[in-house]
Structure formats: structure tokens, C-alpha cells
């Protein structure tokens, strides 16, 4: 019997057993994946995220992976751009973007150094529930016999079509569907010395340098293009950064390494996240479009509140229910407004003027380009930043 089982082990599962166990909890964490292994992601880490895993005595082995400090985020917009370095956070000044083979495998070995019990290769088919408690999982072990396992609770870190979540008929609520589709490749070669994100019209490009000297260079277009963008996919692909001659120019000295990968399976959406003896976290419990580069710093900062909510919850410190409730309102009550932000930036339509006056204000100041950033990455709670008194303050410096 363990204290916590938790289902799926990268950026929401691993951090959740790892915290746990460290609190002296009896974890389990599986996953049908092994490590190290990639997923449809790309995987930039804002400051706050990489401050996160110095906290977690992480850091250390990210760096010596060898992924690049970003000096500087552009966001063009073609008449001018917001040019500037992130904001530091607890004394953390780089963004970075660590290959999820790299970042997954660091967060399951402190799981398993932290004395939780992982798992690799196991795929859970359900819940073992009794008396309307989830109270266990039963599945297949990597050698295809079936397994069950019981706990006080199981956590569902298993993703967008999370098991945990269907078992339990969590039902979504805030709900968009998905807005765009985007396509990314690995390229060698292509000179960048922090995030670049262009905005073409129907089209964004994004450039993030990773580990072993390589980028990310990451398309994306609105759902009702995906069909069009299909039939012809390079060719859809390199007219889009050829809306951004200078770009196209690097990528094109550069040389692609690995195949392009897709997915237009991008909706937006919190899913009711706890119930007796289960609880969600990550992609599983929140999900929503990359614009934003979010799911893994959100993923991290959800399984420090559910951690501790599961150990007071566990340590008899509070009723476990009114502890997970705390969890999930303090996550909907942070997140919403990156929500609403995530679905309008999603829809790719055209900036209305006053829209497109605030970011020129915003470019045209260093200073407010960082904080700018910073509010981005949630350092400035964004529904401040976006706060009419703060709007008409940049637009008064501005002078407009
Ligand atoms: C195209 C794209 C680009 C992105 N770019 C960024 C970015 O730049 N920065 C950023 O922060 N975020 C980004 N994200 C979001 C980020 O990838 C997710 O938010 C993050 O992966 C969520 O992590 P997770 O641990 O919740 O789920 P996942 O990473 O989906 O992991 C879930 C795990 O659960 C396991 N699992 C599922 N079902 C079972 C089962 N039944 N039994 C056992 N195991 C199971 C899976 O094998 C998997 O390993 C991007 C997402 C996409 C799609």
C-alpha cells in the first residue's frame, strides 16, 4: 500500500512524486514511456520555471546538459518589435529550453533519488474505486502482466487524454477548442541568441535555441488553415518563415536534423482536478495552446501546490478534500487570466489598433519591454499588467 501513486512521470508527475517522497510520503510514480524519451512539445523554460528547478536543487544538471542562456525574447511584429531580456527571478536571469529527453530523465532520476518508486514501461488501464473512492490502478507492468496497486490517493499526471481524468469522469470547464496547428523542426546551424517569436499576419514562427547546438524552429496557423497546410506541408512551412526574409535566410544556412513533427490537438480547458482519493495535475488538469511556451512552468508550479496539499492533506494538518479544493481554486484563480490571454493570442486575429499602439509603446520603451516579458511569465500577475491604470500609465510614457 502506498501513500501516492501518480500517474505519468514527466514535468507534472515526476516534480509531484520527487516532493512527496521528500516529505517522507510511500510514492509510486509510473508511466507507460521510458526515459530518457521526447514528446509533441517544445520546451521552453521561462524564468520562473528555471528558478523553480534551482529550488529543487535541479539546476545544476540542466546547465550541464549544455542548453544555451537566452540573452534577449523578440517579439516582431513587423513594424517594430518588443526586444528584451526576461526579467530575473530569485536571483535567475536565463530563460532556457531544455530538450524534454534531457529535462524529463533530471525530474524522474530526483523522483527516484527522492525514494519514490518509478515504474517505466506501465500503462494503467483504470481505477480500482470502493465506496466511491478511487483507493488504487490496475494495469500492465513493462513485461505485460497485470498489475494492481492501492494508495490513500492517485494523482493523474498523464496528460491531455489523461486515464485518470476519463475514470473519474472529470468534466472540463473554461473550455476552447483548439485554435491553432503548428509544426517544429530541429535545425543545426541557425544563429540565435535567445527567443525569437514572429508574428506574419495567420502565421507565427518561433525560433528557440536548445541543447546540443541546436533550434527549434516552430510554425503555426490557425485551425481553418491546417487542412490547406497539410496538402503541402514543406512547402506551407517554408512560406511562412519566408514572411520573415531575415529569418529565412538563417534557416536556410542552417541544416534540419531531425524529422518535422505536427500536432493540431491544442485545446484550451481547466477539468474538474479532484474528487475522493484522486487528484489532477498538469497538461491532465489544465490544458491549453503553446503560444504562451506555459504547460511546463505551470506543470511545475501546480505540483508544488499539490504537493503540499496532498501532505497536509496525508499529515492530518487539514481534511484532505477541503486541501485539494485549495489546490485546484488557487490554480483556477492564477490561471484564468493566462487562459482568457492564451485563447485571444490563439486566435490569430489581426490586433485591434489600440492593441497594436500598446505593443509600439511597449517596444519603443527597454525597461517596459522587460516588464512587459515578466508579466508574460507571470512574474506580474498578467491581469495586473494588463490592468487599465497600468495600460494608461505605459501609454502616458509613451506619450500618447
Ligand atoms: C507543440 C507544443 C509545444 C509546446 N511548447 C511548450 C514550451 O515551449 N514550453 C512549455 O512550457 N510548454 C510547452 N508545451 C506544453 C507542454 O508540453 C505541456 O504542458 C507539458 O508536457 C505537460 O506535462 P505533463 O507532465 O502534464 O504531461 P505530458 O508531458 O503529456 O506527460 C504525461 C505522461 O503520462 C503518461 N501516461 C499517459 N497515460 C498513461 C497511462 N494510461 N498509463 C501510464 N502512463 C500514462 C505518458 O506516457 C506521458 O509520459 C507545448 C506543447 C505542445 C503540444
Same mark, same amino acid.
Given at each position: 500500500m502506498f501513500d501516492v501513486i501518480v500517474v505519468g512521470a514527466r514535468v507534472a508527475g515526476s516534480p509531484?512524486?520527487?516532493?512527496?517522497?521528500?516529505?517522507?510520503?510511500?510514492?509510486?510514480?509510473?508511466?507507460?514511456?521510458?526515459?530518457?524519451?521526447?514528446?509533441?512539445?517544445?520546451?521552453?523554460?521561462?524564468?520562473?520555471?528555471?528558478?523553480?528547478?534551482?529550488?529543487?536543487?535541479?539546476?545544476?544538471?540542466?546547465?550541464?546538459?549544455?542548453?544555451?542562456?537566452?540573452?534577449?525574447?523578440?517579439?516582431?511584429?513587423?513594424?517594430?518589435?518588443?526586444?528584451?531580456?526576461?526579467?530575473? #527571478?530569485?536571483g535567475v536571469q536565463h530563460p532556457r529550453c531544455v530538450r524534454r529527453t534531457v529535462l524529463d530523465k533530471i525530474?524522474?532520476? $530526483? &523522483? !527516484?533519488?527522492?525514494?519514490?518508486?518509478?515504474?517505466?514501461?506501465?500503462?494503467?488501464?483504470g481505477l480500482v474505486v470502493e465506496d466511491g473512492a478511487v483507493v488504487g490502478i490496475h494495469g500492465r507492468d513493462r513485461t505485460g502482466a497485470q498489475v494492481v496497486e492501492r494508495a490513500r490517493i492517485v494523482v493523474g499526471a498523464d496528460g491531455?487524454?489523461?486515464?485518470?481524468a476519463r475514470e473519474v469522469g472529470a468534466e472540463p470547464y473554461g473550455a476552447t477548442p483548439s485554435l491553432t496547428a503548428t509544426y517544429y523542426a530541429y535545425y543545426r546551424g541557425v544563429a540565435a541568441g535567445g527567443g525569437e517569436i514572429y508574428s506574419r499576419g495567420d502565421r507565427?514562427?518561433?525560433?528557440?535555441?536548445?541543447?546540443?547546438?541546436?533550434?527549434? #524552429?516552430f510554425v503555426s496557423c490557425p485551425t481553418k488553415d491546417f487542412a490547406e497546410f497539410r496538402?503541402?506541408?514543406?512547402?506551407?512551412? $517554408? &512560406? !511562412?518563415?519566408?514572411?520573415?526574409?531575415?529569418?529565412?535566410a538563417r534557416v536556410r544556412a542552417g541544416e534540419r536534423v531531425e524529422r518535422m513533427r505536427a500536432t493540431a490537438d491544442l485545446p484550451n480547458f481547466f477539468r474538474t482536478s479532484h474528487g475522493p482519493g484522486w487528484a489532477l495535475v498538469g497538461d491532465a488538469g489544465y490544458h491549453?495552446?503553446?503560444?504562451?511556451?506555459?504547460?511546463?512552468?505551470?506543470?511545475?508550479?501546480?505540483?508544488?501546490?499539490?504537493?503540499?496539499?496532498?501532505?497536509?492533506?496525508?499529515?492530518g494538518e487539514r481534511d484532505m478534500d477541503e486541501s485539494l479544493a485549495g489546490y485546484v481554486a488557487h490554480r483556477d484563480a492564477w490561471f484564468t487570466p493566462y487562459l482568457?490571454?492564451?485563447?485571444?493570442?490563439?486566435?490569430?486575429?489581426?490586433?485591434?489598433?489600440?492593441?497594436?499602439?500598446?505593443?509600439?509603446?511597449?517596444?519603443?520603451d527597454p525597461a517596459e519591454s522587460t516588464r512587459y516579458i515578466g508579466a508574460l511569465q507571470g512574474s506580474t500577475p498578467i491581469g495586473e499588467y494588463l490592468s487599465p491604470g497600468n495600460i494608461g500609465r505605459i501609454m502616458a510614457r509613451a506619450g500618447q
Amino acid at each position: 500500500m502506498f501513500d501516492v501513486i501518480v500517474v505519468g512521470a514527466r514535468v507534472a508527475g515526476s516534480p509531484t512524486a520527487m516532493l512527496l517522497a521528500r516529505q517522507g510520503h510511500r510514492v509510486l510514480v509510473v508511466d507507460r514511456a521510458r526515459f530518457p524519451s521526447d514528446v509533441i512539445s517544445t520546451h521552453l523554460l521561462h524564468v520562473p520555471a528555471v528558478a523553480i528547478l534551482r529550488r529543487w536543487g535541479l539546476l545544476e544538471r540542466v546547465l550541464a546538459s549544455g542548453t544555451p542562456p537566452y540573452e534577449y525574447f523578440r517579439m516582431d511584429f513587423g513594424e517594430f518589435a518588443i526586444h528584451a531580456p526576461a526579467p530575473a #527571478v530569485d536571483g535567475v536571469q536565463h530563460p532556457r529550453c531544455v530538450r524534454r529527453t534531457v529535462l524529463d530523465k533530471i525530474l524522474v532520476d $530526483a &523522483a !527516484a533519488e527522492a525514494s519514490a518508486e518509478v515504474r517505466e514501461g506501465f500503462t494503467v488501464d483504470g481505477l480500482v474505486v470502493e465506496d466511491g473512492a478511487v483507493v488504487g490502478i490496475h494495469g500492465r507492468d513493462r513485461t505485460g502482466a497485470q498489475v494492481v496497486e492501492r494508495a490513500r490517493i492517485v494523482v493523474g499526471a498523464d496528460g491531455l487524454r489523461s486515464t485518470v481524468a476519463r475514470e473519474v469522469g472529470a468534466e472540463p470547464y473554461g473550455a476552447t477548442p483548439s485554435l491553432t496547428a503548428t509544426y517544429y523542426a530541429y535545425y543545426r546551424g541557425v544563429a540565435a541568441g535567445g527567443g525569437e517569436i514572429y508574428s506574419r499576419g495567420d502565421r507565427a514562427v518561433v525560433v528557440f535555441p536548445t541543447n546540443d547546438e541546436l533550434a527549434c #524552429v516552430f510554425v503555426s496557423c490557425p485551425t481553418k488553415d491546417f487542412a490547406e497546410f497539410r496538402t503541402d506541408v514543406e512547402g506551407q512551412y $517554408a &512560406a !511562412a518563415i519566408d514572411r520573415v526574409p531575415e529569418l529565412a535566410a538563417r534557416v536556410r544556412a542552417g541544416e534540419r536534423v531531425e524529422r518535422m513533427r505536427a500536432t493540431a490537438d491544442l485545446p484550451n480547458f481547466f477539468r474538474t482536478s479532484h474528487g475522493p482519493g484522486w487528484a489532477l495535475v498538469g497538461d491532465a488538469g489544465y490544458h491549453k495552446d503553446p503560444c504562451l511556451a506555459a504547460g511546463i512552468m505551470d506543470a511545475f508550479m501546480c505540483a508544488e501546490t499539490l504537493a503540499v496539499a496532498i501532505h497536509s492533506g496525508l499529515s492530518g494538518e487539514r481534511d484532505m478534500d477541503e486541501s485539494l479544493a485549495g489546490y485546484v481554486a488557487h490554480r483556477d484563480a492564477w490561471f484564468t487570466p493566462y487562459l482568457d490571454l492564451t485563447t485571444r493570442l490563439a486566435a490569430m486575429e489581426p490586433p485591434r489598433p489600440e492593441q497594436v499602439a500598446l505593443l509600439a509603446a511597449i517596444a519603443a520603451d527597454p525597461a517596459e519591454s522587460t516588464r512587459y516579458i515578466g508579466a508574460l511569465q507571470g512574474s506580474t500577475p498578467i491581469g495586473e499588467y494588463l490592468s487599465p491604470g497600468n495600460i494608461g500609465r505605459i501609454m502616458a510614457r509613451a506619450g500618447q
